[in-house]
C-alpha cells in the first residue's frame, strides 16, 4: 500500500522554527522526486521546495536561506527544515513524490506562525 505521512506541524511563534517528516511506504521512495507544497486557506497550492533523486533542490524565492529540504533514502523520509518562521507561512503543508507519470501525496500537517 502508497503512502506518504507528514507530520511536524504545529503553533509556533514568529521567529521559530519546525522540522516537517514525510515518511513513505510502498513505493521505491528513492527513485522519486520529492517537493513540499503549501497551501493556506481560499489559496492555491503553491511550490516551496524540491528535491531529485541526486539530491539537487531547489526552493521557493520566498522562502531560500530560511528553508532546506532534504531527504535520507534508507530511512524513506523527506524533511522540510523551516527556520525563521513568519506568519505569511501559516498554511497546509503537503508532500509529494514523483516519478514518470506516477504522482502521491500526503495527507499534510497544518504549521501555524503566531504570537
Known amino acids: 500500500q502508497v503512502q506518504l505521512v507528514e507530520s511536524g506541524g504545529g503553533l509556533v511563534q514568529p521567529g521559530g522554527s519546525l522540522r516537517l517528516s514525510c515518511v513513505a511506504s510502498?513505493?521505491?521512495?528513492?527513485?522519486?522526486?520529492v517537493t513540499w507544497y503549501c497551501q493556506a486557506p481560499g489559496k492555491e497550492r503553491d511550490l516551496v521546495a524540491s528535491?531529485?533523486?541526486?539530491?539537487?533542490?531547489t526552493t521557493t524565492d520566498s522562502v531560500k536561506g530560511r528553508f532546506t529540504i532534504s531527504r535520507d533514502n534508507v530511512k524513506n523520509t523527506a524533511y522540510l527544515q523551516m527556520n525563521s518562521l513568519k506568519p505569511e507561512d501559516t498554511a497546509t503543508y503537503y508532500c509529494?513524490?514523483?516519478?514518470?507519470?506516477?504522482?502521491?501525496w500526503g495527507q499534510g500537517t497544518q504549521v501555524t506562525v503566531s504570537l
Open positions: 510502498g513505493f521505491a521512495f528513492s527513485s522519486y522526486t
Open positions: 528535491i531529485s533523486v541526486t539530491g539537487t533542490s
Open positions: 509529494n513524490a514523483a516519478w514518470h507519470y506516477f504522482s502521491y
